[in-house]
């Protein structure tokens, strides 16, 4: 049982987050981050109080490699935003954690302006553990963002790996950030994450580089019109704007808003169902094979299974069935 002083401590810090307060929601975010037991039921004894006030945020994921730009994006179009009435929260999935440390601080005077003002909340990605882990922490801050009024949530993603299906799955879109180039860049894109894109942005369409930019639309869109959409009747769009000069900024944001009138209020409320429910059994996986893992006896076991399986002298299947019947019969 949770003592009652922590729950009053929680309920203050449901309200001042309630009220907008971005310092409630710093300290709330830090609650959802930490990996103590203590701390993780305080963390969702806080969400079941914010669950509620969440949902009316547009959540829009961004990926693109280093260097693309996200961060002078972010910082442009976030104050583009702010200027047309919206307060903006800015969450990073970064699990690669040795690097991220000089990404974080490139970030700060990247996004200087939109950092200082109070319509906007910027958090780095927690620097610790794995991806599953950082995706969860991810998701919960966005709601608990979302409950703080922040009207639209963004999902910074680093365009390698895995994480970008882990954003995907955490948002209505999905914006993918894009140099100047095409050809041989094109080519070594990787098509899944240009599948996953909702929407494609070229960067720095400006001064020396424009005519390059002007070049990967073209290219771009002729590759888009090759895939399958993933939403029925939406084309992903090519833009291209210069973050820099804030041109184009417009554009990004009439077409996120197009893009939502046309998934429709029904199935964008089946698509974030669908997420949830993922989500759900995506824990579910996580917490048994931790339980799993964490059982003495049973741990013991699983290594020489795996032994055995390594060594050729039982099949992998034999040793998974063995270890489930072994962990049911110990409870
Ligand atoms: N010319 C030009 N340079 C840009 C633009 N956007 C970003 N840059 C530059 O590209 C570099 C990387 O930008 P940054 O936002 O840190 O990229 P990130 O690693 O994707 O976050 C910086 O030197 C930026 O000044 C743009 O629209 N035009
Ligand atoms: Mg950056």
Not at 113 to 141: H, M, N, Q, W, Y
């Amino acid at each position: 049982m949770t003592p009652p002083k922590q729950i009053a401590e929680d309920e203050g810090l449901a309200a001042a987050l309630l009220a907008g307060d971005r310092r409630a929601l710093a300290r709330a975010i830090t609650l959802i981050e930490s990996t103590r037991g203590d701390h993780r039921a305080e963390a969702e004894t806080l969400l079941a109080h914010l669950l509620p006030r969440t949902g009316k945020a547009v959540r829009i994921g961004i990926s693109g490699a280093p260097g693309v730009g996200k961060s002078t994006f972010i910082e442009s179009f976030g104050l583009f935003l702010l200027e047309r009435g919206h307060r903006l929260a800015v969450l990073a999935v970064d699990p690669s954690s040795p690097l991220s440390g000089g990404s974080i601080l490139g970030d700060k005077t990247r996004m200087q302006e939109l950092s200082r003002d109070e319509r906007a909340f910027i958090r780095p990605s927690p620097t610790a553990g794995t991806l599953g882990g950082v995706a969860r922490r991810t998701r919960e801050a966005g709601l608990a963002c979302e409950a703080a009024g922040f009207d639209v949530v963004v999902m910074e993603t680093v365009g390698v790996g895995q994480s970008e299906t882990a954003v995907a799955d955490m948002v209505d879109l999905f914006v993918l950030l894009l140099p100047p180039a095409g050809g041989d860049e094109l080519q070594g894109l990787k098509k899944g994450i240009v599948e996953l894109a909702d929407l494609i942005v070229v960067n720095k369409a400006d001064g020396d580089l424009e005519p390059a930019a002007n070049r990967a639309v073209a290219e771009y869109l002729a590759a888009v019109h090759m895939l399958r959409p993933a939403n029925a009747g939406w084309m992903t769009p090519v833009l291209k704007v210069s973050s820099l000069y804030r041109r184009g900024l417009d554009q990004v944001w009439t077409e996120i808003n197009r893009f939502r009138a046309t998934l429709g209020a029904a199935r964008l409320s089946e698509k974030r169902a669908r997420q949830a429910r993922a989500w759900m059994w995506h824990e579910i996986e996580e917490g048994l094979i931790a339980a799993l893992r964490g059982h003495p006896e049973v741990a013991k076991r699983l290594d020489e299974l795996e032994a055995r399986v390594a060594a050729g002298a039982l099949t992998p299947t034999a040793a998974a069935r063995a270890i489930l019947e072994d962990f049911r019969a110990r409870g």
